[in-house]
């Protein structure tokens, strides 16, 4: 069962303007909520984090947001630059072990 | 410094070959993991080792498949009488720190398993 789910496969969005990525989970048990950025051919690079315990962190360009009441959360990238077309993973964390959804594809056109 | 390594890359075996993935992790890191991201999907936890010691093995998919990290550093994910669905792209990930805790996972590049 896909305890975590992005539903979007894919966005576009203009240089320049936000970016905004969503992530579902139905696990209250997890403690910790990433986001990864993949590029093709190599592995997930870690991008940003979020503990249960938190609503928000912000991290230069990137912002996530908890909402878990709703078991929510999203990924802004304001203002969006053409290196961030990437695919975009939301991952939640239980002890050690990460669950991934299965991703948004981000392309950033010019 | 080098980060994760896989080899090989790529790999197309035939059904019902076996095949050796093998995973070079950041030196000194103390827990390594296994994952498996079929296509359009998201990485699946496989495995863990925490040193030389599998701590879960709770993710592999079937008795086929089985992984080994003998000193503590190099792992091996071995499959055995591959299928077609075992293609999937195969991810390795350290971490520095041991335990129950997260602590931040470095990904490889992974290895592309082909079965035909």
């Known amino acids: 069962d896909q305890q975590v789910k992005q539903n979007s496969p894919s966005l576009s969005v203009q240089e320049g303007r936000i970016s905004i990525l969503n992530c579902d989970y139905t696990n209250s048990m997890f403690d910790y909520f990433l986001w990864y950025k993949k590029y093709p051919a190599e592995g997930p690079t870690f991008l940003i984090s979020?503990?249960?315990?938190?609503d928000k962190n912000e991290d230069g360009r990137f912002t996530v947001f908890l909402n878990k009441s709703a078991k929510h959360l999203s990924l802004h990238i304001v203002p969006s630059q053409p290196g961030d077309s990437a695919v975009y993973f939301c991952?939640?964390?239980?002890?050690?072990?990460?669950?991934f959804g299965a991703g948004t594809t981000v392309t950033v056109r010019a | 410094g080098a980060g994760v390594s896989q080899s090989p890359r790529y790999k197309v075996a035939k059904r019902g070959q076996d095949v050796a993935l093998r995973c070079d992790p950041i030196?000194?890191?103390?827990?390594l993991f296994w994952y498996q991201q079929a296509l359009g999907q998201g990485p699946e936890f496989l495995t863990y080792f925490q040193n030389e010691a599998q701590l879960d093995k709770s993710g592999l998919p079937s008795d086929r498949f089985f992984a080994e990290r003998p000193e503590g550093s190099v792992s091996t994910l071995k499959i055995q009488r591959t299928q077609q669905e075992d293609s999937a792209v195969y991810l390795c990930?350290?971490?520095?720190?041991?335990?129950?805790?997260?602590?931040?996972?470095?990904f490889g590049p992974g290895t592309r398993l082909t079965v035909l």
């Open positions: 991952a939640a964390v239980n002890d050690y072990k990460l669950s």
């Open positions: 030196s000194g890191h103390v827990s």
């Open positions: 990930a350290s971490s520095r720190l041991g335990g129950v805790s997260y602590n931040e996972q470095f």
């Open positions: 979020i503990s249960s315990i938190k």
